[in-house]
């Protein structure tokens, strides 16, 4: 095959890098990424977003240059949206996550671990998943929308729903709408709390190390 054809992304990537090189050149800038890691938060409230076709192919687009074992690209993807779609899927989600009933796109990822490396006991189309989902997830926080990721469902059901086949894993549900300036009715007292106030994180010390297990990273000053 011509090498420079191996290399030319497809047409949707170049509408995509275009419409990218178009808002840097308007001067409107997104965010900067440690920007969009502080701000992410799995919120619950949501109201909703137009879904359109660019924004489809911009959050894939994100998830497709996430790192992968030897380039597997393991992920796989379903973006179900329009009232129709979404109503068939919520019987799909746990009686505690209703509030993502308000979603207005919810992502089915799914993988199979033939799809990735296997090097003994590490499968590694679980790790892809989630670099891809997070790249994602980093992407929505900066067109100013929620991606808050769910374990929460009946994998049948979803399953049933959206025909992924037997042999793969589904891993998470992406719910995708903007933060709803209100509380949803439907969330718990704890959920409520969690709306503003970030749950807390383990300490430096207790996850992370300084060139031996157990070692806590820079034990005196940075750790937090
Ligand atoms: C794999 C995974 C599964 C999760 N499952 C649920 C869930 O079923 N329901 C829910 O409300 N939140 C769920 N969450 C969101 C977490 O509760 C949330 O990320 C965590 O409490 C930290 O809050 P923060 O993301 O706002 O910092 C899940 C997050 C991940 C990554």
């Known amino acids: 095959m011509d090498s420079r054809r191996a290399f030319a992304p497809p047409f949707e990537n170049i509408y995509i ?19 969009a890691i502080e701000t992410r938060r799995a919120y619950r409230s949501l109201a909703p977003v137009e879904i359109t076709p660019e924004l489809l192919a911009d959050l894939a687009r994100c998830a497709q240059l996430a790192p992968s074992c030897n380039n597997n690209q393991p992920w796989r993807f379903i973006f179900i949206h329009g009232p129709e779609a979404l109503a068939a899927f919520h019987p799909a989600l746990s009686a505690g996550n209703g509030w993502a009933k308000a979603a207005s796109l919810i992502i089915a990822v799914f993988s199979r671990k033939e799809d990735d490396c296997l090097i003994r006991d590490r499968e590694y189309h679980l790790f892809g998943d989630g670099l891809a989902t997070a790249f994602l997830i980093l992407r929505a926080m900066e067109l100013g929308l929620v991606a808050h990721p769910i374990a929460g469902y009946s994998s049948k059901k979803t399953r049933e729903i959206l025909g992924i086949p037997e042999e793969y ?38 996850f ?16 937090k």
């Open 208 to 223: 992370a190390f300084e060139n031996r297990y157990g070692v806590p990273l820079a034990s005196s000053t940075i750790a």
């Open 17 to 35: 890098e275009n419409l990218r090189i178009a808002e840097i050149e308007r001067g409107r800038r997104g965010m900067d990424v440690i920007e």
């Open 169 to 206: 894993q589904i891993i998470t549900l992406i719910n995708i709408g903007r933060h709803a300036e209100g509380i949803n009715p439907v969330m718990s007292s704890e959920q409520i709390e969690q709306e503003s106030v970030r749950p807390e994180r383990k300490t430096f010390a207790e």
